[in-house]
């Protein structure tokens, strides 16, 4: 199957926000940034507008930007907000550490029956149960493929003896899935028992994490799978940047004229973008863990970029922070084959293609969603 997606419809330019004490204002159809400077020895803790030395600005006319991250404490004006609100530029607040906290963004320019067509799906449990699926076996294929990556690389038969273990567990599961029929799908506590498999497949796949990681083992050691706060390094990496994965799903489900906050595989709750959740599944394996092994590989990132608060939470500083988003962005430029519509595409791209992929399926122009597995 092979259909062609515009590419001239896709804007990818994101404006990050991660120093304390930036201030947003509006002039015309530009945004103007004013970014304080620090003296060195200021502890980030302590850092406030009153306290800068210098101010670094920069002005950004709107038309250039789709979306915008503020992290922390961020002061952006009503006047600038009302300028992203009318060009469809989504403005993201999040905490220091990537935690979603509000979101503003113009109403989406789309016909309203594919969000009606999206919520009869969404009311239809053995529909929700085939599209969680898809997304689930997109995910575990993703992983294995992480694994069996790191097997071929590794010199200790022992490491590789783990993972080639995993990755035929992994093997299993996702062909367990590839039995379920129609009548599987559609019996009460499908999906129930579909999300069971997605988290028996993330326990085997972290429980050989570490091994991917061939330098700082140490430092960035994998234990457990802690969010809310992370409580080591390599949890705090591997949050940010789903963090900022899920940024790049809500922006790309929105174009796409879908509802974010109504999902498939993900429970609704109140505040939680569950399709966003859902669309970024299948991109965790490959983007954020892949660069967060990459990062810690090439001591891009180490132990100095992070810092234990109180309670015994773990964030980074202000430097790590900047260069995971930069590593992100960097990687972002680089370019993949999409095996479903055979085009060589950035992989900042991809949320969108796949929003739209998604888009078809629920418009019923297409039999199944088909989740990005690279080659």
Not at 24 to 43: C, G, I, K, S
Not at 163 to 190: H, M, N, V
Not at 191 to 198: K, N, P, Q, T, Y
Request: hydrophobic share 40%; aromatic share 8%; with cysteine.
């Amino acid at each position: 199957m092979r259909f062609e997606i515009p590419m001239s419809e896709i804007i990818q330019n994101t404006l990050y926000l991660t120093t304390t004490g930036t201030f947003v204002n509006r002039d015309h159809l530009t945004l103007q940034v004013e970014v304080p400077v620090y003296a060195e020895d200021l502890p980030p803790e302590q850092r406030s507008r009153d306290k800068a030395t210098d101010w670094r600005k920069v002005a950004i006319p709107i038309h250039h930007l789709e979306s915008l991250c503020a992290f922390g404490q961020i002061v952006v004006t009503p006047p600038a907000l009302d300028l992203c609100w009318e060009h469809g530029v989504a403005v993201h607040f999040l905490s220091e550490w990537g935690y979603l906290q509000a979101r503003m963004t113009g109403v989406a320019d789309t016909s309203v029956t594919l969000r009606r067509a999206q919520f009869r799906v969404a009311d239809d449990p053995a529909r929700c149960a085939a599209i969680a699926r898809a997304i689930i076996a997109g995910k575990l294929q993703n992983s294995r493929n992480s694994i069996l990556r790191a097997a071929r690389e590794t010199e200790l038969p022992e490491e590789r003896s783990q993972l080639d273990t995993t990755a035929e567990s992994l093997a299993r599961q996702i062909q367990e899935l590839g039995r379920w029929t129609p009548e599987d799908l559609a019996a009460p506590k499908s999906l129930d028992a579909l999300r069971g498999a997605e988290g028996m497949g993330a326990q085997s796949y972290f429980a050989v994490f570490t091994l991917l990681l061939k330098q700082q083992r140490d430092p960035f050691a994998f234990a457990t799978r802690s969010r809310r706060p992370p409580r080591d390094r390599i949890n705090c990496l591997l949050s940010f940047l789903y963090a900022l994965v899920r940024h790049d799903c809500l922006a790309a489900l929105t174009c796409a004229g879908l509802d974010p906050f109504v999902g498939f595989l993900h429970a609704e709750r109140p505040n939680r973008p569950a399709l966003a959740l859902d669309l970024m599944e299948e991109f965790r394996p490959w983007l954020a863990d892949r660069l967060a092994v990459t990062l810690v590989n090439r001591h891009q990132v180490g132990p100095e970029d992070f810092k234990l608060r109180e309670g015994g939470a773990v964030e980074f500083t202000e430097t790590g922070r900047k260069r995971v988003i930069t590593a992100y962005q960097e990687r972002k430029r680089e370019n993949l084959n999409h095996p479903l519509l055979d085009q060589n595409l950035r992989i900042g791209q991809l949320p969108f293609i796949q929003a739209r992929i998604l888009a078809r399926y629920l418009r019923g122009d297409i039999k199944d969603y088909v989740p990005f597995i690279p080659k």
